[in-house]
Each structure stands twice: as C-alpha cells, then as structure tokens.
C-alpha cells in the first residue's frame, strides 16, 4: 500500500468513508500496525485517547498526530455528527 500525505488532502480523495486517527496515521507511513494494536490495547485499560497514546508510546510525533487530526476533520466532515447520533 503507498503511504499517503498528511499535508495533502488530494491523497485522500478516494476515501469514502470515516476513518479513525489510527487508520489515518497507519496509512500514511507515520505509526506501525504494531504501534497501533499496542494503543487500542492499552485503550481498554485507560481513559485516553488513541492518540495520546501513541504519544506516550513515543509511536508519533507531535506534529504528525496534529496533521493527521486535522486532515481527519477535512476527510470525515460528518462523521463527528454521526458519532454523536449512535
């Protein structure tokens, strides 16, 4: 899979559905699945964040996380709406 750019929302076009900060970071090259499954793990037992968790796991910089938050809001503009609704 070719990673995807988190400065560039033209990477993201064929995206059509709400993707969580973890898959966004993981389809960009920027955290390893392992990363990933690490945090979700850890998840269970914390009341944190995917995200902060990552940070903490120094799995991803600060920047990175920033970018890749913020590109999530401009690919999923309705997802925050519909995860309130369920």
């Known amino acids: 899979m070719a990673k995807r750019n988190l400065h560039n929302i033209d990477d993201w076009a064929d995206i059509d559905r709400c993707l969580k900060i973890g898959e966004i970071l993981l389809m960009a090259g920027k955290i390893t699945e392992k990363a990933l499954t690490v945090a ?41 709406f519909n995860m309130v609704l369920k």
């Not at 903490?56 to 920047?63: D, H, Y």
């Open 40 to 80: 979700l793990d850890l998840q269970k037992t914390r009341s944190e964040y995917v995200g902060q968790i990552l940070l903490s796991l120094n799995a991803v910089t600060e920047e990175d996380l920033e970018a890749g938050l913020a590109l999530q809001e401009k690919i999923n503009p309705r997802c925050r």
